[in-house]
């Protein structure tokens, strides 16, 4: 993003997908106040910060159960999620497909 603010914290976010990122941690790596760095990125994104890391850490997920043959638990633990069954629900509920069954 030409935002040299919001692209630090999505940067930031990028590198480690599986942090567990809040959008107060985002305004951290941004350098900016948690509000600010709020409305910034939905300007920009046209999305709330934690829907952009949600559909990020989605289809970066579907990517890798798509390429490699990880277990739901790797790729659920690999792209920021606490659990294999909260992954699931979360791929789930985005994708309407359960993540065991092979994207096209």
Do not use: C
Not at 35 to 45: G, I, K
């Amino acid at each position: 993003l030409r935002d040299p603010k919001v692209g630090a914290a999505l940067s930031a976010f990028h590198r480690a997908p599986a942090e567990s990122w809040t959008v107060s941690s985002l305004a951290k790596a941004a350098g900016v106040s948690r509000t600010l760095f709020a409305e910034r990125a939905n300007a920009l994104l046209g999305m709330t910060p934690m829907q952009y890391v949600r559909d990020w850490r989605l289809m970066l997920a579907r990517r890798m159960l798509a390429e490699s043959a990880r277990s739901i638990e790797e790729v659920a633990r690999e792209v920021g999620y606490s659990s294999a069954s909260a992954f699931t629900k979360a791929y789930r509920s985005y994708y309407g497909v359960d993540p065991r069954r092979k994207p096209t």
